[in-house]
């Protein structure tokens, strides 16, 4: 076959594959171009999840008569002069449009501020018509019919109305984040409607319109970043660690307004939580960069959501720093959202019981001779797991209302009359603080606090692994960690590879109080633990740190390995939860806990405490 030039509309149906994947990604090209626009309002409505009709329409600054066969052709923009690396718009690549329309039937229809009447031209296919008067605002309104009607190999890859129709929310959700002040409406018969009024474009505004988005429980339960270093700026926000998602979709990244996808900015957060979170959790972020537009390459593939920095280190050691120190100086701060899903569970539940007083299941049993005590309620609906349904002031196991924490209270030798007077004033004391006074210890693992004004419960095993985890990365910066010495070395048998890497690494378990070496070929001797650990299971601590550095030896820094070791042997020194605690042992946790930055959260993110408010449980109990 001779060679022979590719007609226009290949050339363009061909640019489609790669910039109109799907219908939100015609609808991601049309905001853009609104947006480009200057438009204050964007409406989009679809129809058949895009792929019968997708309507955007701006009020924008419009396109004159003259020049509306240029915005459907190929390479044509009005965006781009000749420098490359000055790109200030979203689009610049000037293929969108007869993309579109190589592939569908697209309309565009317009008028500028300063002529009286619009326009209008259409594409079908790639075959253009003629320019030709049509009524219409100020503004642009592009309408694009039968989405990949002149390519049905790429119709049949659509995954059907509901998906799609997601993916556009999706795109329009994520770009308006950036846009605070535009207002945004996305409607059709396909979907529900979505409608973002517009907000200020500051600080105030941005988060805002992020709640608006994100959910109303994003911003308390996130921190503000703002940093900046060498002509780079990074500010949005970004979740604490016990607000966590199992998946990394809800990490938004914008870098000069323009929404990305990057691995560099996902890893870059990944590190930014590592200690923090476990693998599996990922944090809820937006995260926004500003920079000189030339320090970044935005012309890595036609669909511009890939990004290349000239200077990778430093965004990434940006974005990293800065979440690091943001986490750290918000210091101890539980979740809301458990107090606040506690308290959901609370109220469902007295619902409920409320709703099963009225029902007939109630005059059945009632007839039945059942007690009218409170267990009767129990009896009224036995598909309610008992453990939840224990009516108030039922005696629990024949104790009354002492749990065994308090009777150990009581029982302690602390119980005497003098003592007891002394912790009514140490505690008026103690409840000044921000976990406030040890009350009770129940189900052998939560502390029971109380401050001037609110409730706090202690996860006291997630508390104390986090308090140990801090120990040891402070005895990565000073001196080596106490050990003690084995009466027998402890022989670990391992896999030969795993052997080594801990022989290897010998130097660095050493300063944390772990002594091991080779012991012949697939094996390790283990002569002293870290004094901090306790009585430990030696084998257990051995292989997992040996899977743990196995994990870790190749993708991260030496720092980051080193917190990965010590995360897990602080799995294996805290107080496993059983274990009872005397009333000074708990005062002396919390008061460890208020001194220990980020000790909120366990290692592994969930949070170690969580505290209701005096005003909430008042709510519970309709005093309020
Ligand atoms: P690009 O956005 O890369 O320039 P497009 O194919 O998306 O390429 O658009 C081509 C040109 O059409 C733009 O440069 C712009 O001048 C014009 N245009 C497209 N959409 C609009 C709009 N909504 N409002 C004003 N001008 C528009
Ligand atoms: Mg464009």
């Not at 009005?78 to 592939?103: T, W």
């Not at 317009?110 to 296919?125: L, M």
């Not at 708990?586 to 005003?615: D, F, V, W």
Request: proline content about 6%.
């Amino acid at each position: 076959m001779p060679i022979l030039q590719l007609s226009e509309t290949m050339v363009n149906q061909i640019a489609a594959g790669e910039v109109i994947e799907r219908p939100a990604s015609v609808v991601k090209e049309l905001v853009e171009n609104a947006l480009d626009a200057g438009a204050s309002h964007i409406e989009i409505v679809t129809a058949g999840g895009g792929l019968s009709l997708i309507r955007v329409t701006d009020d924008g600054m419009g396109i004159p008569a003259s020049e509306l066969p240029l915005a459907v052709s190929r390479h044509c923009t009005s965006k781009l002069s000749d420098d490359i690396n000055a790109i200030h718009s979203l689009g610049f690549r000037g293929e969108a449009l007869p993309s579109i329309g190589s592939v569908a039937r697209l309309t565009l229809r317009s008028r500028t501020a300063d002529s009286d009447s619009g326009a209008e031209i259409a594409i079908e296919g790639g075959r253009m018509s003629p320019v030709r008067p049509a009524a219409a605002n100020r503004g642009t309104i592009v309408e694009v019919r039968d989405l990949f009607f002149a390519t049905p190999a790429r119709l049949k890859f659509m995954k059907g109305e509901r998906a799609e129709s997601t993916a556009t929310s999706d795109v329009v959700r994520r770009t308006a984040i950036a846009f605070p002040a535009v207002r945004f409406t996305l409607a059709g018969a396909d979907r529900a409607i979505l409608e973002l009024p517009p907000v200020g474009d500051d600080p105030k505004g941005r988060l805002n319109r992020i709640a608006r988005i994100m959910g109303a429980e994003f911003p308390e339960n996130s921190i503000e970043i703002d940093a900046e270093r060498e002509g780079v700026r990074l500010s949005g926000h970004v979740s604490i660690p016990s607000f966590t998602r199992a998946n990394a979709l809800h990490q938004y990244a914008y870098v000069n307004g323009r929404p990305v996808r990057d691995k560099l900015i996902a890893g870059a957060i990944r590190g930014a939580y590592a200690d923090v979170l476990p693998r599996d959790r990922h944090p809820v972020t937006v995260l926004f960069l500003s920079l000189d537009p030339a320090m970044v390459d935005v012309n890595v593939h036609p669909a511009k959501a890939d990004v290349r920095f000239r200077d990778p280190g430093l965004v990434r050691g940006l974005i990293v720093g800065a979440i690091r120190q943001a986490l750290a100086q918000a210091g101890i701060r539980p979740a809301t959202t458990g107090a606040a899903g506690l308290m959901a569970a609370f109220r469902a539940e007295t619902a409920e019981r409320w709703r099963g007083n009225i029902t007939s299941e109630w005059r059945p049993a009632a007839t039945q001779e059942a007690s009218r005590t409170a267990d009767f309620i129990y009896e009224a609906s036995p598909h309610r797991p008992l453990d939840h349904d224990q009516p108030i002031g039922t005696p629990v196991n024949g104790q009354g209302f002492a749990e065994s924490g308090q009777a150990m209270f009581d029982a302690g030798p602390l119980a005497s009359a003098d003592t007891r007077a002394g912790w009514g004033v140490a505690n008026d004391t103690l409840m000044g603080r921000s976990l406030g006074a040890a009350r009770a210890q129940v189900h052998q693992n939560y502390i029971v606090a109380q401050t001037h004004d609110s409730l706090i419960i202690v996860d006291q095993h997630a508390a104390h692994e986090r308090l140990v985890y801090e120990a040891l990365k402070t005895a990565l910066h000073s001196r080596p960690l106490p050990s003690q010495m084995l009466l027998m070395p402890e022989i670990v048998d391992l896999a030969e590879d795993d052997a080594e890497r801990l022989a290897l690494h010998a130097e660095t378990l050493r300063r944390f109080g772990l002594v091991l070496e080779r012991f012949g070929p697939g094996a390790v001797a283990v002569r002293e633990t870290p004094a901090i650990l306790g009585e430990t299971n030696v084998q257990q601590l051995v292989r997992d740190l040996a899977d743990e550095i196995a994990d870790h030896d190749t993708v991260d820094t030496l720092v980051e390995r080193l917190h990965a070791i010590a995360a897990t042997m602080a799995c294996h020194g805290s107080v496993r939860s059983g274990r009872l605690l005397k009333p000074d042992e708990m005062n002396a946790l919390l008061r460890q806990m208020e001194a220990t930055p980020g000790s909120a959260t366990c290692n592994h993110g969930r949070p170690t405490y969580i505290e209701l408010k005096l005003a909430d449980i008042e709510r519970l109990f309709g005093r309020r």
